[in-house]
């Protein structure tokens, strides 16, 4: 078993200790449920969730990696185009939310990263370089899938606090990490895991600012990264955009953060940091 890689090794930008990438899900479920409620939640994420935090985005400066289902680029052209046309990235998301990859055999897995990626192509010109599975799970086939298809990242489980670079028959993909332990998720803050009642637009912005604060503490004494997520049918509500506006200026304060998307970042790992594992 390998032992933990020397941080002295790690190169980031010149004055950049903490990469931030900024990551937006924009879903859709083929499968519809009994009332039909998922699919309003998504609706409006993708009519006018999505093209708030595109605005807030703007306003703060930043670009972020949009994690996209396939259906929502069919459903939806204007949107990823407009995604594109304002600089972000883009990452599969699986064609269909209600259709987990993880359970497909590896000839169905290949046709959904296949069709998802070629929807978004289609509907943008942009064709995807990262990938991030329905519920972030992946089968034990998804990695090499996605190297072999010309992935360049994906992001679905924690290998360790940085990324690291898996070489499968010749071909290179970065794994990026979620850090579970320290991720933002807003769905736990408006009470939609079960877990706990809905937190006041405070009260979220006061755990985003700690974990900043925190992160920055950290990376002194080695780089880290941290993967910030904001579904756009939540986030992009009226009230949590401008929350979600207070968090990136807040964040883009700092001098020694380094707001990156998925994309920039698997590309400088492979350049500077790229021992395989």
């Known amino acids: 078993m390998s032992t933990r890689r020397d941080i002295s090794q790690i190169s980031f ?22 009332d039909d409620q998922k699919n309003y939640y998504h609706e409006y994420g993708a009519k006018v969730g999505a093209w708030r935090l595109l605005d807030v985005f703007d306003r703060a400066g930043i670009k972020g990696t949009c994690h996209l289902s396939g259906m929502v680029a069919e459903l939806f052209p204007a949107l990823v185009r407009e995604i594109v046309r304002r600089g972000h990235d883009v990452a599969g ?21 296949r069709k998802t990626l070629g929807a978004i192509e289609n509907a943008s010109g942009f064709r995807p370089r990262g990938w991030v599975c329905t519920g972030r799970r992946i089968s034990k086939n998804t990695v090499r899938i996605l190297a072999e298809e010309g992935l360049l990242w994906h992001s679905n489980h924690d290998r360790g606090d940085l990324p690291s670079v898996v070489e499968i028959d010749g071909k290179r993909i970065v794994d990026c990490p979620i850090l579970r332990y320290m991720n933002f998720d807003e769905r736990r803050f408006l009470g939609m895991d079960g877990k706990g009642p809905p937190q006041s637009c405070k009260q979220i912005f006061e755990f985003f600012q700690s974990q900043i604060d925190a992160l920055r503490g950290a990376a002194e004494y080695e780089p880290l990264c941290f993967q910030f997520g904001s579904h756009a049918y939540l986030l992009g509500l009226p009230a949590y955009s401008w929350v979600l506006q207070q968090m990136l200026t807040y964040a883009t304060s700092f001098a020694d953060i380094w707001l990156v998307t998925s994309t920039e970042f698997a590309r400088y790992w492979l350049e500077t940091n790229a021992p395989t594992t």
């Open 13 to 34: 930008p010149p004055g950049k200790r903490l990469a931030v990438t900024v990551h937006f899900p924009v879903e859709w479920w083929g499968q519809r449920d009994e």
């Open 93 to 113: 998301h699986g064609y269909d939310q209600s259709n987990p990859q993880r359970l497909a055999s590896p000839e169905e897995e290949r046709a959904v990263v």
